[in-house]
């Protein structure tokens, strides 16, 4: 078992930055790629970025490209997610996600494991 802890959270105007964090425990980390997704209301989980096991390669959803950046900490067991430029439709619960292999990592259907997320607010 994985647990996965996100924070960070809040309210921003839009064009503001927030930086979200995901702690892990249970597992080896670096065992595991790691995810970023997202849920506005009424509409499906979408994938927002990915990270391999070692940080060496990093995946973006087209539309948080040169905005949003992921990275991670095998130390600390943490991975963050930068978002810049926030815009008021990226309002929605992010939440983080682990698996083993890195196949198909924009498919929310393809995680073992998720936290409980954490509200996004972006007002205009």
């Known amino acids: 078992q994985v647990q996965l802890v996100e924070s960070g959270g809040g309210l921003v105007q839009a064009g503001g930055s927030l930086r979200l964090s995901c702690a892990a425990s249970?597992?080896?980390?670096?065992?595991?790629?790691m995810g970023w997704f997202r849920q506005a209301p009424g509409k499906e989980r979408a994938f927002v970025t990915a990270?391999?096991?070692?940080?060496?390669?990093?995946y973006y959803a087209d539309s948080v490209k040169g905005r949003f950046t992921i990275s991670r900490d095998n130390a600390k067991n943490t991975v963050y997610l930068q978002m810049d430029s926030l815009k008021p439709e990226e309002t929605a619960v992010y939440y983080c996600?682990?698996?083993?292999?890195?196949?198909?990592?924009?498919?929310?259907?393809?995680?073992?494991?998720w936290g409980q997320g954490t509200q996004v607010t972006v007002s205009s």
């Open positions: 996600a682990a698996k083993k292999f890195l196949a198909s990592h924009w498919l929310p259907a393809t995680y073992d494991y």
């Open positions: 990270i391999s096991w070692s940080g060496g390669s990093t």
């Open positions: 249970g597992r080896t980390f670096n065992d595991y790629v």
